[in-house]
């Protein structure tokens, strides 16, 4: 057991053989900490060398784009109506659309009393205010306003037409007279709605002239780990020991009787 102790105690050899590889393991993982927090500087580095904000006027042209915006419009202005506790359904007012149509399209305002979408933002309203007091969805925003752009006399398809009217009778309790009414206002609103949206902001544009992205790689070294291995050998006590005693004491018997009678012959 001393001897066991000996070998694997923290003061031995082999102990701190184990602590110092156990130190070793630390400080690899420092440093694959620190290389992976260089690499991620260096990504977010590139990032924002990439892009750079501008100011700016962005077009947006052709009647299912503009169905897309005004969807997402109708469908962002639900949610957070819904998310703040309010009701989805309801009016909204002109600057309000112009800014949830440049949150759309990606453009910050640049300040001061000037909407962001100012061209044709009086139809823009009308289509949003009268989508949202109806409590259509985006998606059915979306479709109105590419099947009155893409029909030839500029008119709904008559199974949406019936869909909008059950729905519109459904939700508000109104007569079919009144929804029809409705529909018709909508489809009225989205047949003057022009076929592209102006917004004048800032906004985020690729940097050109940047240079090649260089990936950093991280190598990360396999996790080492040292299993000592002691062997005890213990000398096992003889089975004869007995018989080796009993010869011993008969040999010794032996000599004193040899020395009596050299003693006596003297």
Same mark, same amino acid.
């Given at each position: 057991?001393?001897?066991?102790?000996? !070998?694997?105690?923290?003061?031995?050899?082999?102990?701190?053989?184990?602590?110092?590889?156990?130190?070793?393991?630390?400080?690899?993982? %420092?440093?694959?900490?620190?290389?992976?927090?260089?690499?991620?500087?260096?990504?977010?580095?590139?990032? +924002?060398? *990439?892009?750079?904000?501008?100011?700016?006027?962005?077009?947006?042209?052709?009647?299912?784009?503009?169905?897309?915006?005004?969807?997402?419009?109708?469908?962002?202005?639900?949610? %957070?109506?819904?998310?703040?506790?309010? #009701?989805?359904?309801?009016?909204?007012?002109?600057?309000?659309?112009?800014?949830?149509?440049?949150?759309?399209?990606?453009?910050? #305002? &640049?300040?001061? %009393?000037?909407?962001?979408?100012?061209?044709?933002?009086?139809?823009?309203?009308?289509?949003?205010?009268?989508?949202?007091?109806?409590?259509?969805?985006?998606?059915?925003?979306?479709?109105?306003?590419?099947? &009155? $752009? @893409?029909?030839?006399?500029?008119?709904? !398809?008559? /199974?949406?037409?019936?869909?909008?009217?059950?729905?519109?009778?459904?939700?508000?309790?109104?007569?079919?007279?009144?929804?029809?009414?409705?529909?018709?206002?909508?489809?009225?609103?989205?047949?003057?709605? /022009?076929?592209?949206?102006?917004?004048?902001?800032?906004?985020?544009?690729?940097?050109?002239?940047?240079? #090649?992205?260089?990936?950093?790689?991280?190598?990360?070294? /396999? %996790?080492? +780990?040292?299993?000592?291995? &002691?062997? &005890?050998?213990?000398?096992?006590?003889?089975?004869?020991?007995?018989?080796?005693?009993?010869?011993?004491?008969? $040999? *010794?018997?032996?000599?004193?009787? @040899?020395?009596?009678?050299?003693?006596?012959? !003297?």
């Amino acid at each position: 057991s001393d001897a066991l102790s000996a !070998s694997t105690g923290s003061h031995s050899p082999l102990g701190a053989m184990v602590e110092q590889e156990s130190k070793g393991d630390l400080s690899r993982f %420092d440093q694959v900490a620190g290389r992976l927090e260089q690499s991620a500087e260096a990504l977010a580095k590139v990032a +924002r060398l *990439q892009m750079q904000v501008m100011l700016g006027q962005l077009k947006v042209s052709g009647g299912g784009d503009v169905a897309g915006v005004m969807g997402d419009v109708v469908r962002q202005t639900q949610a %957070d109506r819904v998310q703040n506790g309010q #009701p989805a359904a309801g009016g909204i007012d002109h600057l309000t659309v112009a800014d949830r149509m440049a949150q759309v399209l990606g453009i910050m #305002p &640049v300040g001061g %009393d000037k909407p962001t979408v100012q061209e044709n933002l009086p139809r823009f309203g009308l289509f949003a205010d009268q989508a949202l007091r109806m409590g259509i969805s985006g998606t059915q925003a979306e479709q109105v306003v590419r099947e &009155v $752009k @893409s029909s030839p006399d500029g008119s709904l !398809s008559e /199974p949406t037409r019936t869909a909008l009217v059950e729905q519109v009778v459904a939700d508000q309790h109104v007569s079919y007279g009144t929804a029809r009414e409705e529909v018709n206002r909508l489809e009225h609103s989205a047949q003057m709605l /022009p076929n592209e949206i102006t917004a004048f902001g800032m906004m985020a544009v690729p940097q050109t002239g940047v240079q #090649p992205i260089v990936q950093p790689q991280v190598n990360v070294e /396999p %996790d080492i +780990r040292i299993e000592p291995q &002691v062997d &005890v050998t213990v000398a096992a006590p003889q089975e004869d020991g007995d018989a080796v005693y009993t010869e011993a004491m008969h $040999k *010794q018997a032996a000599l004193g009787g @040899s020395g009596s009678v050299i003693g006596g012959s !003297s």
